[in-house]
T-cell receptor
Framework: GAVVSQHPSRVICKSGTSVKIECRSL??????MFWYRQFPKQSLMLMAT?????????EQGVEKDKFLINHASLTLSTLTVTSAHPEDSSFYIC?????????????FGDGTRLSIL | AQTVTQSQPEMSVQEAETVTLSCTYD???????LFWYKQPPSRQMILVIR??????QNATENRFSVNFQKAAKSFSLKISDSQLGDAAMYFC?????????????FGKGTKLSVKP
């Protein structure tokens, strides 16, 4: 089956640091990737949708200057949390799908646990 | 906007027994997809079952089946012969058909415990 690799799986860093999370589709071309955030014991909340070669579409309330998303190729999307603060600590998970996004299954990465000290 | 509601924050079932997890949703669309995802403590999202709204037949996957009631906008998950490995968070999710986005809208989840 389709595999999505998300790296790193765990990050612990100091406040003010920028953190980059990578989401790679290993065996298919991901025209669309989604970035979700999950707080403890809560559901996944969509942060943004990125389509290869175009700017990401952010959900209401998500700061695009805070959470930079790049989807420069059909196999890689990155989420950069800029100048991270403790309130940015969360579980971030990506998913990827291919052509005709709404009719194709989404394949999830294993997530990244981000802890800001 | 579409919404997904899971009214059971926690459920418990005895091993080998059957349990049903509830999910309701709200939409004005006539065609869409519905999903159940399992998230074990490892936090990996695992697709359990998928239902296309235009199909009347309820989807089944081995011990997992759904009761899809389109008019009532209900999409419950039945787990038969529960196993210890079924213990996890279960999320119901909705996705529109058409358009270019296709993002999932999740319910708040139900934590399932399986007692030996």
């Amino acid at each position: 089956g389709a595999v999505v690799s998300q790296h790193p799986s765990r990050v612990i860093c100091k406040s003010g640091t920028s953190v980059k999370i990578e989401c790679r589709s290993l065996d298919f071309q991901a025209t669309t990737m989604f970035w979700y955030r999950q707080f403890p014991k809560q559901s996944l909340m969509l942060m943004a949708t990125s389509n290869e070669g175009s700017k990401a579409t952010y959900e209401q309330g998500v700061e695009k200057d805070k959470f930079l998303i790049n989807h420069a190729s059909l196999t890689l999307s990155t989420l950069t949390v800029t100048s991270a603060h403790p309130e940015d600590s969360s579980f971030y998970i990506c998913s990827a799908t291919s052509f005709g996004a709404s009719n194709q299954p989404q394949h999830f990465g294993d997530g990244t646990r981000l802890s800001i000290l | 906007a579409q919404t997904v509601t899971q009214s059971q924050p926690e459920m418990s079932v005895q091993e080998a027994e059957t349990v049903t997890l509830s999910c309701t949703y709200d939409t004005s669309e006539s065609d869409y997809y519905l999903f159940w995802y399992k998230q074990p403590p490892s936090r990996q999202m695992i697709l359990v079952i998928r239902q296309e709204a235009y199909k009347q037949q309820n989807a089944t996957e081995n011990r997992f089946s759904v009761n899809f009631q389109k008019a009532a906008k209900s999409f419950s998950l039945k787990i038969s012969d529960s196993q210890l490995g079924d213990a996890a968070m279960y999320f119901c999710a909705y996705r529109s058909i058409g358009g270019s986005q296709g993002n999932l809208i999740f319910g708040k989840g139900t934590k399932l415990s399986v007692k030996p």
